[in-house]
């Protein structure tokens, strides 16, 4: 079946990629992608990837574990120390859900260059996309910091602001927003975006920073999660690695988005009520 061409722009910078027939997406599974986003090498390189990152990330949990650490705030890392391991732990839980997108895109390249080049400028494209996950990691890392500082000296205000943080990220779940970005980043539900330029490096660096962008439109939120029940919670980056990859492989990610919104509300409810829930989840360690 023939394949469409959609177009969309944004801050005026237009993207182009081949997308799947209504049709085609219409009646599927669980996880139903188009063609283009199942090439299992693409697929075997993200994933490996991803499981070298979880490698420093499990070592770095258990060792504070092991050490009976509070898991909040920056875990008296400094800030480079702490952007390192961010971009990791980014690496291992973002990229599984990456996939299909960069599927995609070399099944594009490939059509246009030889493989070689193809993975090479897939490399490129993966170095923009880190990096704004990187740069995320500035505010991730100054607002911990208030978190922790709030809740080892002023709980209640502590509990005040994870509770506004919880409802801000529950709502954001359910706008319109969330909704476009996913829809940039879920192949069953809108289109792979590729900057129409010259094949240069940059314009390979640029494409990876506009995704990054929508990706972080997408999942930002969930990410910010992690101040609240602490940055190295094993059990909290598993979750968030499995909802995140439903909701951008998933044709129902939209749906699921809402209902995470909705859980959040409920949660940030329920913390109203009883504020030692927050409290358990942000200090584990502190009694």
């Not at 005040?160 to 539900?189: R, W």
């Amino acid at each position: 079946m023939d394949e469409q061409k959609a177009i969309c722009c944004t801050d005026g910078i237009e993207y182009q990629s081949p997308c799947g027939t209504r049709q085609q997406r219409a009646f599927s599974n669980i996880i139903n992608l188009p063609q283009h986003a199942k090439n299992p090498i693409p697929w075997i390189v993200i994933l490996l990837f991803a499981t070298l990152a979880w490698i420093p990330t499990l070592q770095q949990t258990l060792s504070m574990l092991s050490m009976h650490m509070p898991m909040i705030g920056p875990m008296e890392m400094s800030l480079g120390t702490f952007l390192f391991f961010w971009t990791v732990m980014m690496v291992a839980m973002m990229f599984p859900a990456l996939a299909p997108t960069v599927s995609v895109r070399f099944e594009t390249l490939r059509q246009r260059t030889s493989n070689t080049l193809a993975y090479f400028n897939l490399l490129i494209f993966l170095v923009g996309y880190l990096l704004i996950w990187t740069i995320f990691g500035l505010p991730v890392f100054f607002l911990s910091l208030l978190s922790e500082h709030l809740v080892l000296h002023t709980p209640v205000l502590g509990i005040g602001l994870d509770i506004a943080l919880l409802v801000a990220i529950g709502v954001y779940q359910m706008t319109p927003f969330e909704k476009h970005f996913l829809s940039c980043c879920n192949p069953s539900l809108g289109c792979h975006t590729e900057i129409l330029s010259f094949n240069t490096m940059l314009s390979h660096l640029k494409t990876g920073l506009w995704h990054g962008i929508h990706c972080l439109g997408c999942c930002g939120g969930l990410m910010l999660v992690m101040v609240l029940v602490g940055l190295m919670n094993l059990p909290w980056m598993v979750l968030l690695t499995v909802l995140i990859f439903l909701e951008k492989t998933w044709q129902y990610g939209h749906r699921l988005s809402f209902f995470i919104g909705l859980a959040l509300l409920v949660f940030a409810m329920l913390a109203f009520i009883d504020p030692s829930l927050l409290l358990g989840l942000l200090s584990p360690a502190i009694s």
